[in-house]
């Protein structure tokens, strides 16, 4: 039973857009913040972009100017519009979520990934 569900990713060429999408589900109550990690072959997960409350947005150097985040706070659901896509964008897009109150003890959560290949 998946608490965050992503879909959305796929094969672009170099230069495309895609648009990630991630649905928490509703045992996840007081979100916080959602965001983005992606992971590549070989690399270590690193933060893509982030949106918490009060509509602060981070995003890292290589997102910046190509990358938007956004929430659709009542349906518990963040997106990702990934636009000018690069070959080394390519990696395991993870959505994750963060509550201002424990549930069960857990405060993070994470989605099973979703695969983004920007190739010719």
């Known amino acids: 039973q998946a608490q965050l569900v992503e879909s959305g990713g796929g094969l672009v060429q170099p230069g495309g857009s895609l648009r990630l999408s991630c649905a928490a589900s509703g045992s996840i109550s007081a979100i916080n913040a959602m965001g983005w990690y992606r992971q590549a072959p070989g690399k270590q997960r690193e933060l893509v972009a982030r949106?918490?409350?009060?509509?602060?947005?981070t995003y890292a150097d290589s997102a910046k100017g190509r990358f938007t985040i956004s929430r659709d706070i009542p349906k518990n659901t963040v997106y990702l519009q990934m636009n000018s896509l690069k070959p080394e964008d390519t990696a395991v897009y993870y959505c994750?979520?963060?509550?201002?109150?424990?549930?069960?003890?857990?405060?993070?959560?994470w989605g099973q990934g979703t695969q983004v290949t920007v190739s010719s």
């Open positions: 994750y979520a963060r509550t201002a109150i424990a549930i069960r003890g857990q405060y993070e959560y």
């Open positions: 949106s918490s409350s009060g509509g602060i947005t």
